[in-house]
């Protein structure tokens, strides 16, 4: 066997269990051609250290047998969305995806095209040759109007599968590419154009430009079903009047764009960090457990009055836990939360039966009061009719928070009335001192707020209830 | 240092702590705060967020930047846990460390997004093709959210494995107090097998393929002995266990009803202890199995069963066939939760 050339290939292209010295590729495919115009490609550019190849799976699922730089072999479908994850990780690496049109066309034609809307800084090559090769030639989404594949037995019927998907117009719909093209391999000429666009490739990667797709059209004589010279015909001939060769976009001359400055940090604790951070809690089995239910309408404060006192008994070092309603629920209009309040380490986090239920509606109300425990409390705005009694042995306290946040002119401090009662009637095993922290802790980002709603706390204790 | 944080933001610390350097996310209820603290946090450190189209794409990005030598995540719930399976198997087979987060949402089909266990099978077990393991983490409160993270890095890194922090919608919204380490984790160096893009990782090829079938099952040999070794790094949690005539076991947040159950059962006079696997995979087996000798067994978990099966599994691997035979359990499905008082009249039952 005469000796190939090497420039960018190993020396030995060893196959399973025997060493080989020829390509796995059929005798006039396209593949061969460009593998070894990639190659050329990276080696002459000096850039096999810097690439990382992502190769498809189809015909060029090998191509690490031949090209001498790193590779990473990906699922089928998946080379642009690994290219993505590659070049992302390396961007000083020149990131090269390599995937057939079963693999780009079909399975994994949303992310290539994803990516090639994101912009990511690989280079696609895109080997075009109208079916799927590896697994038998059945159609693909470039099979032309009228071709015979396994699939297509009596003809590609555009009527039952439509017509043949062109990747490059579809692509050059978007505005982050650098660079899209459609070459060929099907002659010479053909293959010296398809050589220069190769090689743009890796530059643009090279450079850190940006998006680069490259289509290039191939013979498949296998699954054509004829002898090389008429696969080549074919490709030149049929391929070219469906895909048209040319440069769709060219825009290597402009500006990458830079990447909009946002804060930066130096290290996760200086990220993290916290002005007065509460030490972490301590064990005290002499203080009794405490579980409470806050419910009410999205928009009364409800998950921040729950947070209050969550973050009193934090200040106090007990072991806290704080849950909200979520999802769907929340969107409808009402809101929960939970908080445990504990001196041991807290179980089952879940409310199933509440020492304090707090109310702030007539649905939650009716919802939850069934479940307080007994010698528990329940707290009710008075808004809320109350008819259905709570458990025997339960505390029931009807507060006018909402009227007396409307009366001092805050609709919104209604928690914050309704925080008053929790502290008026020490339903929470907290300290005055931790309550009022904890309020005025939860307006960090407006103090003047925190202030306000402290004063106006201490005015509603002052109100005698309907207990 | 303590954050008072949710679970799900819990699991984006321990990632930036662990030297994580780029999340690969697509949105879902209830993991979706992941990936907010993620977006902000991660560029806030100089790493890299990137939303992705969806979450197959995010996992073949994982598969892209693991094989590039660099520490990487991705969180979702079910439906995004099964679209993730193919890739997940392409991360075992090529031997690529990375992390997957599920926060578990109830199933079939769309189900909702309130918490279950029913992704146990996928999650422990493998949801993918081929004989693979991931290596699997069950964390019960914000703070194991946190810790869990960091260690499920370590794991992946260590045994060159996907792993997965197996955590519950619940878990994902709850806030607790989370102790903050002095400083994070070193990064591992992965430049003998990964393509970095860089001269000495020229010759490094990352695949799943061996095209001769004695070469593939020397793969799956090589495969199933790592699996049997990280046995040595499973983790268990007994409590109130030693003196237990009734063990409960559970993982996650059943694991934690099964504290306040075994507890009010004390008051009661019924001797309950918990067992609660911090890995589900490796199995804490023997730590089980030294704690349910001649014991009465009952689960709690909110699936259909698919853990006290393994429960089941264990304990007959560990020579403990009668109490495998034995075992009950208390279980809830679709976003419900069990109760204590349901668990303490189940337990009743059996003694």
């Not at chain 1, 032309?144 to 594949?149: A, C, I, P, R, W």
């Amino acid at each position: 066997m005469a000796a190939i050339e090497q420039k960018g290939m190993y020396k030995v292209f060893p196959r399973s269990g025997k060493n080989v010295s020829f390509t796995h590729y059929c005798p006039g495919c396209g593949h061969g051609i460009i593998n070894k115009l990639i190659a050329e490609a990276c080696a002459e550019l000096g850039l096999q250290d810097r690439t990382i190849f992502v190769d498809p799976v189809g015909c060029g699922v090998f191509t690490y047998y031949y090209w001498d730089a790193a590779h990473i072999s990906a699922a089928h479908g998946r080379a642009s969305a690994a290219a993505t994850g590659a070049c992302r990780a390396r961007p000083d690496a020149v990131t090269i995806a390599y995937q057939g049109d079963g693999d780009l066309g079909a399975i994994g034609f949303n992310n290539a095209f994803q990516a090639a809307s994101r912009g990511e800084k690989f280079g696609c090559i895109f080997v075009n040759n109208s079916l799927y090769g590896m697994t038998g030639g059945q159609m693909a989404p470039t099979t032309l109007d009228g071709e015979t594949t396994t699939t297509t037995p009596f003809g590609r019927d555009p009527a039952l599968t439509g017509h043949p998907l062109h990747v490059c117009e579809v692509f050059a719909q978007l505005k982050a590419p650098v660079y899209i093209a459609r070459v060929s391999v099907a002659d010479t000429r053909r293959i010296m154009q398809a050589k220069q666009a190769i090689r743009k490739v890796f530059e643009i990667q090279r450079d850190g430009k940006g998006y680069a797709m490259l289509e290039i059209l191939a013979p498949c004589p296998t699954n054509f079903k004829m002898n090389a010279q008429d696969a080549a015909a074919f490709c030149m001939n049929e391929m070219e009047k469906e895909f048209p060769l040319g440069v769709f976009r060219d825009e290597t001359g402009r500006e990458a764009l830079s990447v909009r400055p946002i804060p930066q940090v130096a290290s996760c604790s200086e990220l993290f960090a916290e002005k007065d951070a509460v030490p972490a809690a301590e064990t005290d089995a002499s203080f009794a457990e405490r579980r409470f239910k806050f419910a009410g309408y999205g928009g009364q404060g409800i998950l921040s009055l729950g947070l209050t006192v969550a973050e009193a008994a934090r200040l106090e070092r007990r072991h806290t836990l704080w849950f909200p309603s979520y999802g769907p629920e929340q969107r409808g209009g009402s809101a929960n939360c939970s908080v445990v309040v504990s001196g041991t380490p807290i179980g089952s986090p879940t409310v199933e039966h509440p020492d304090v239920l707090v109310c702030m509606n007539q649905p939650a109300y009716e919802r939850f009061v069934g479940d307080v425990k007994s010698g528990g409390t329940v707290i009710v705005d008075e808004t809320v009719p109350v008819k259905v009694q709570p458990p025997e042995g339960v505390r029931l306290i009807v507060w006018p928070a909402i009227k007396m946040a409307e009366e001092f002119g805050v609709p919104k401090a209604a928690n914050t009335m309704m925080l008053a009662a929790l502290k008026k009637f020490k339903c929470t095993g907290l300290s005055d001192e931790s309550l009022e922290r904890a309020l005025v802790a939860s307006f960090k980002k407006k103090p003047a707020l925190g202030e306000k709603n402290r004063e106006l706390l201490r005015l509603a204790e002052s109100r005698d209830s309907k207990a | 240092m303590t954050k008072f944080v949710k679970g799900n933001e819990a699991v984006v610390m321990g990632a930036l702590y662990a030297g994580c350097d780029l999340y690969f996310g697509y949105p879902i209820t209830p993991a979706s705060e992941i990936a907010h603290g993620a977006a902000k946090w991660f560029p806030m450190l100089g790493r890299t967020f990137v939303q992705a189209e969806c979450e197959t794409a995010s996992i073949n990005m994982m598969f892209g930047a693991a094989g590039a030598g660099k520490l990487c995540m991705t969180a979702t719930s079910g439906p995004g846990f099964s679209l993730m399976q193919e890739g997940i198997s392409y991360l075992a087979g090529a031997e690529l460390p990375a992390v997957v987060v599920n926060v578990n949402r109830a199933g079939p089909g769309l189900g909702n997004v309130y918490p279950e266990q029913s992704d146990y099978t996928p999650a422990v077990k493998g949801g993918g093709h081929g004989s693979y393991q991931t290596f699997t983490l069950a964390p019960a409160s914000a703070q194991e959210m946190f810790d869990l993270t960091m260690k499920a890095f370590e794991m992946a890194a260590k045994w060159r494995t996907p792993a997965v922090v197996f955590a519950d919608g619940l878990q994902g919204q709850m806030m607790e107090t989370v102790l903050l380490p002095e400083s994070g984790l070193q990064r591992p160096d992965f430049s003998d097998w990964a393509a970095q893009g860089e001269p000495k990782t020229r010759e490094n090829l990352v695949k799943s393929i061996y095209l001769d079938a004695a070469q593939q099952e020397q793969f799956n040999l090589h495969l199933q002995e790592k699996y049997a070794k990280m046995a040595e790094d499973a983790i268990g949690e007994a409590y109130l266990a030693d003196d237990a005539e009734l063990l409960i076991v559970g993982y996650g947040i059943s694991g934690r009803i099964a504290r306040t159950t075994a507890e009010e059962l004390r008051k009661v006079g019924v001797k309950a202890g918990v067992f609660r696997p911090v890995t589900l995979n490796p199995f804490p087996r023997e730590q089980l199995a030294a704690v349910a000798k001649g014991r009465k067994i009952m689960t709690i978990e909110l699936d259909a069963g698919q853990f006290a099966d393994d429960v089941r599994l264990n304990l007959a691997k560990a020579g403990l066939g009668a109490e495998a035979a034995g075992v009950k359990m208390v279980h809830r499905m679709g976003g419900e939760v069990v109760s204590v008082d349901d668990a303490v009249k189940s337990a009743k039952e059996m003694i």
